[in-house]
């Protein structure tokens, strides 16, 4: 069977965890503390706060950057639902901008456009999100917020590694949120981390995520149980040491798929724009012209797993109807009917990117 995703674990993982285990300090502490700051100077951003997933990474950003009740957060219908639930955690309200067809991330016109004819003082930032491990384009888009003084929030649980114009995606916004779930490009089992670039809103994103922690007994703002444990720290730090070499296989399988399935008049590969790294956390493509069940169910015959990520618009679910602004959501709606994700992880030999590809062009025989 070819899978959509495993995790890639090694002798280093297992042997930091077990040193994890024996020295007895097993909760947060200083392999957080080292794992902290050798992933910020990865992406480039000189503060880090660990927590216990990307989710509450996410809630930490918001609440130290200060939004609040009834503020406004910019955003993608075409995500996961924990980027615009961590908004609604604030009681914020998502505004919902639809997406670029050709990238899946946010349409910077369509977001420009708006802000143009309804700015109010209400709208407090955007949080961008760079789907499937192709980043936004970050240069335009602070230019958009700088215009506009807005708080810019990089949601880059799938993008770990992915740069910029040689910029590393996450290093460009007032924070930045990552994922460490077992499925993402590198993992900690379960884990989060926000990084910021302002030492004093760190801070405070620390003290959120340890119960608002002054000192043992001592607390001064509604804080939360975010932390993340030694143990997963540990695997966090042997997985950081992986990261490029393990993107470098993604890359390599992604390019596989774009040569032999570039005659194929069904399947619309993705797209790495000039100047951008994309780091292939999901391969997404597009089916048309024939019914996307059917490719799953030729897939799955053949023993190989496939995914749709995502099947709707955020959108489309009622419980957003009356906390959220529609701008608008006609490519999210429709792509979310055509995408379809493909085994990428750097687990894959060769042999098995090329066996998919030969399955999906018999649909053009």
Request: with cysteine; net charge negative.
């Amino acid at each position: 069977m070819i899978n959509m995703a495993k995790p890639e674990m090694g002798e280093e993982e297992i042997n930091a965890v077990v040193d994890v285990m024996k020295s007895g300090m097993i909760a947060t502490g200083a392999v957080v503390a080292d794992f902290e700051q050798k992933f910020a100077d990865y992406i480039g951003m000189p503060f880090g706060a660990a927590s216990c997933n990307g989710t509450t990474a996410l809630h930490i950003a918001l609440l130290a950057l200060g939004i609040g009740e009834g503020d406004k957060v910019l955003t993608t219908p075409f995500t996961f639902i924990a980027s615009s639930n961590s908004i609604l955690f604030n009681r914020s309200v998502p505004v919902f901008v639809d997406i670029d067809p050709q990238t899946f991330t946010l349409d910077l016109d369509k977001l420009e456009a708006y802000l143009e004819s309804n700015y109010d003082e209400s709208i407090k930032a955007i949080m961008v999100v760079h789907i499937f491990g192709l980043a936004c384009d970050m240069n335009r888009l602070q230019q958009i917020a700088k215009k506009y003084s807005l708080k810019v929030i990089e949601d880059c649980a799938q993008s770990h590694g992915a740069l910029v114009n040689e910029q590393k995606a996450g290093s460009f916004g007032d924070a930045s949120c990552f994922s460490f779930y077992p499925t993402k490009n590198m993992t900690t089992s379960e884990g989060g981390i926000t990084l910021f670039k302002d030492e004093s809103v760190a801070a405070l994103g620390r003290k959120y995520l340890n119960h608002g922690r002054v000192d043992q007994y001592e607390h001064d703002v509604l804080g939360y149980n975010y932390r993340m444990t030694n143990i997963a720290a540990a695997i966090g730090l042997e997985q950081l040491k992986k990261l490029d070499g393990m993107n470098d296989v993604r890359r390599r399988n992604a390019a596989i798929y774009d040569k032999e399935l570039s005659g194929n008049p069904y399947i619309k590969t993705p797209i790495e724009p000039n100047g951008f790294k994309h780091v292939y956390h999901q391969y997404t493509v597009v089916i048309e012209g024939v019914e996307r069940a059917e490719v799953q169910a030729l897939l799955a015959e053949n023993q190989i797993g496939s995914a749709i990520v995502y099947p709707f618009s955020i959108t489309e679910q009622v419980f957003y109807n009356d906390k959220s602004v529609n701008v608008g959501d006609e490519n999210a709606r429709a792509l979310s009917r055509k995408v379809l994700s493909l085994p990428v992880h750097p687990a894959l030999t060769e042999e098995n990117v090329l066996k998919v590809c030969s399955v999906l062009n018999t649909l053009a025989k």
